[in-house]
């Protein structure tokens, strides 16, 4: 696959992806009520696969890592169950 960006960069640039992956995945979570709407009546479980060294990598990326900001990190805490 080409990257279409103006400035490339192989090494970082899966990592806004996952990141904008995460951000959408909990907006849609949060969207569809599913906790308070379905869970109950579907005892299921909300989960996220993701195919990347996203976390392990945060040490040795630093500055290119995408940040979360608090409103995001509410939105994404409540967005998966454990």
Known sequence: ???????PKPAT????????????????????????NYQPIQDGEI???LISHFFPMKALVR???????EEKKDLVKGAYDL
């Open 1 to 7: 696959m080409v990257s279409k960006t103006k400035n």
């Open 13 to 36: 640039d899966p990592y806004p992806a996952t990141h904008h992956i995460i951000l959408a995945h909990s907006a849609a979570a949060a969207a569809a009520k599913h906790k308070e």
């Open 47 to 49: 989960g996220i696969s």
């Open 63 to 69: 500055d290119g890592f995408p940040r979360f900001s």
